[in-house]
């Protein structure tokens, strides 16, 4: 089943306008938007919507592992960076 056009532009368009706002710094107003989008493709689409549901731990979960090793990562930067500082005034005799 096809979607009404009607209802393909207003989606497109509340999106498109949500993210211009969120640029500009709107972002009450740029959600508010990006939610009469989400709201009319849910009404037609009502198993994506399911499907996003169930899936969403599983997001979450990756999300956080992704979280986890870049602020290990950048511990890891930060104390390398202050291993070479040490080095550094060391070699110049402080």
Do not use: C, Q
């Not at 939610?35 to 009502?46: C, D, F, M, R």
């Not at 090793?69 to 060391?90: C, F, Q, T, V, Y």
Request: aromatic share 6%; hydrophobic share 45%.
């Amino acid at each position: 089943m096809e979607m009404e056009r009607w209802k393909t532009a207003v989606i497109a368009g509340s999106f498109g306008a949500g993210v211009a706002l969120l640029l500009k710094g709107r972002k009450g107003a740029a959600f508010v938007l990006a939610g009469v989008g989400a709201a009319l493709w849910a009404s037609e689409y009502p198993e994506k919507l399911e499907e996003i549901r169930d899936r969403l731990p599983r997001y979450a979960d990756r999300g956080m592992m992704i979280l986890d090793n870049l602020s290990r990562a950048g511990e890891r930067i930060a104390d390398l960076l202050e291993k070479r500082g040490r080095s550094a005034l060391r070699e110049i005799g402080h």
